[in-house]
């Protein structure tokens, strides 16, 4: 499994603050621009990786790797002068043992200095890829706010572009459409006439037939026009 090992040992009793380890390089030492850092984890070889992974996984294993690297109940960012003496102590300015991520001239420092400088190193590349991820978020957002506008460009510019011409056209239509109107209330009045007519015919028939049964004069048919 990927960089899972972390050597086991006896925790010595920690001072009240200490450097935190985890951050003796500053990832844009390496990769000034943020979107160059390597996707963690980095995998080469026939190197496997089955744990969380993005920024959940990477946190995690920063907490892991800062759990050993650092003894103290406190942790505190390192001064420049606190950097150079653990990158002296751990480290040579020289080969390319971390070629793969992009960081040149530099190796550990000897056999029992490996362990801690890969810790380091891996830790620096942690901090490189959520920085990534935190740019890459921003970036989104940009782009987000971006469409919004331009969205908000095109749709204005459409208003404009159609919308006048098409009010005038409305307005050249307004007699047609008055005509439409009427006609449409026309066929309706004359739908309710008929209907009404037949009513009252029906009616007329009924009544008709009443009255000579009561032996009364019957009812003259009304006249509508």
């Known amino acids: 499994m990927y960089q899972q090992f972390i050597p086991q040992g006896p925790t010595p009793t920690p001072p009240a603050t200490i450097i935190d380890r985890t951050a003796i390089f500053d ?17 080469t070889g026939n190197l496997r990786y089955d744990g969380p992974r993005g920024k959940v996984g990477a946190e995690g294993r920063l907490q892991n790797i800062g759990a050993y690297l650092n003894r103290g109940r406190e942790l505190r960012k390192p001064s420049e002068e606190e ?8 480290f040579r300015r020289s080969g390319g043992h971390w ?3 992009g960081i040149t001239n530099l190796s550990p420092a000897g056999v029992l200095a490996e362990t801690e400088a890969c810790l380091i190193v891996e830790a620096c590349h942690l901090r490189g890829y959520l920085r990534k991820l935190e740019a890459q978020a921003v970036q989104a957002e940009e782009a987000k706010a971006r469409r919004k506008l331009a969205d908000a460009r095109h749709t204005l510019a459409q208003y404009r572009a159609t919308v006048p011409a098409e009010v005038e056209e409305i307005k050249a239509l307004s ?3 008055a005509r439409h109107k009427q006609r449409l209330e026309d066929e309706r009045a004359v739908a309710r006439s008929q209907m009404l007519r037949d009513h009252v015919a029906t009616m007329l028939s009924a009544a008709v037939s009443a009255a000579h049964t009561l032996g009364e004069e019957a009812p003259a ?5």
């Open 27 to 43: 990832p844009a030492e390496f990769w000034p621009n943020a979107m160059d850092c390597p996707d963690w984890p980095h995998l």
């Open 83 to 90: 950097r150079a003496q653990e990158v002296a102590r751990l």
């Open 99 to 101: 070629y793969a991520l």
């Open 175 to 177: 007699e047609a459409v």
């Open 221 to 225: 048919h009304p006249a509508f026009d």
